[in-house]
C-alpha cells in the first residue's frame, strides 16, 4: 500500500511561484509512473505533468509547458512540482498519483493512489 502526502500550496499573486511537495510511503518501485494532477471547481480531474521513477522521463500538459517543472528525489521518496509564472486558471486543488501506466499516463483512472491534494489559489 502506497501513501501519499502532498504539501506546499497557498495563496500567490499572479507571475509568482510555488512548490509543490508529495512525499510517498510504501513500495515505490521503479516501474512506478508519479504525477500531478489538478481539478478546478465544477471541472474534470486533468492532468498536469509526470515523471517515470526509474528513468525520470518527463511530460507535461501544454497549458503548462516552459512553466512548471517537475522532479523527484529518490533518496527522500518525493516528488515535486515547480510551478513558476503561476496564472489565476492554475488555480485548483493539485493532486499527486502514483501507479500508473507510462501508456497512459495522462489519465487519471490508470493511477491506484491518490494523495489529499493541495489547494493553489493564483490572485489577479
Known amino acids: 500500500q502506497v501513501q501519499l502526502v502532498e504539501s506546499g500550496g497557498g495563496l500567490v499573486q499572479a507571475g509568482g511561484s510555488l512548490r509543490l511537495a508529495c512525499v510517498a510511503s510504501g513500495p515505490i518501485t521503479s516501474a512506478y509512473v508519479m504525477a500531478w494532477f489538478r481539478q478546478a471547481p465544477g471541472k474534470e480531474r486533468d492532468f498536469v505533468a509526470r515523471i517515470t521513477w526509474g528513468s525520470g522521463g518527463t511530460r507535461y500538459a501544454e497549458s503548462v509547458k516552459g512553466r512548471f517543472a517537475i522532479s523527484r528525489d529518490s533518496g527522500k521518496n518525493t516528488v515535486y512540482l515547480q510551478m513558476n509564472s503561476l496564472k489565476p486558471e492554475d488555480t485548483a486543488v493539485y493532486y499527486c498519483?502514483?501507479?500508473?501506466?507510462?501508456?497512459?499516463?495522462?489519465?487519471?483512472?490508470?493511477?491506484?493512489?491518490w494523495g489529499q491534494g493541495t489547494q493553489v489559489t493564483v490572485s489577479s
Open positions: 498519483a502514483a501507479g500508473g501506466q507510462l501508456s497512459a499516463s495522462t489519465t487519471s483512472r490508470t493511477y491506484d493512489y
